[in-house]
Nanobody, 128 residues
Framework: QVQVVESGGGLVQVGGSLRLSCTVS????????MAWFRQAPGKEREGVAR????????AYAASVQGRFTISRDNAKNTLYLQMNSLKPEDTAIYYC?????????????????????WGQGTQVTVSS
């Protein structure tokens, strides 16, 4: 049984930083690509950042490029999202997604939406 658990959300002021973590069990770390998505009230879930099985390839939404960094520690089966220079528009529930990808498939954000195991989400609120 695959379980995905996010942590690290909270309330932060504009310009502040947070680091989200996501631990996955039931999937081998070197068998999955992973991503962070977010969903604000009344909006669709959107891809924020994605990473391939060993961290060599990463990609970001334009809205977070240069402010957010995705990384992973396969020894700990853990995914991270370092968020700096936070803005009110970053307020959302953040979700971790894991896809059983193997080492040769690097899913796009739409492919993650269709194929992932999902966590329950963690709330990030940026106050002005």
């Amino acid at each position: 049984q695959v379980q995905v658990v996010e942590s690290g959300g909270g309330l932060v002021q504009v310009g502040g930083s947070l680091r989200l973590s996501c631990t996955v069990s039931g999937l081998a770390a070197d068998d999955c690509a992973m991503a962070w998505f977010r969903q604000a009230p009344g909006k669709e879930r959107e891809g924020v950042a994605r990473i391939d099985w060993n961290g060599d390839d990463t990609a970001y939404a334009a809205s977070v490029q240069g402010r957010f960094t995705i990384s992973r520690d396969n020894a700990k089966n853990t995914l991270y999202l370092q968020m700096n220079s936070l803005k009110p528009e970053d307020t959302a529930i953040y979700y971790c997604a894991a896809v059983r990808s193997g080492r040769y498939w690097y899913p796009t954000f739409p492919e993650f939406l269709r194929s992932s195991y999902w966590g329950q989400g963690t709330q990030v609120t940026v106050s002005s």
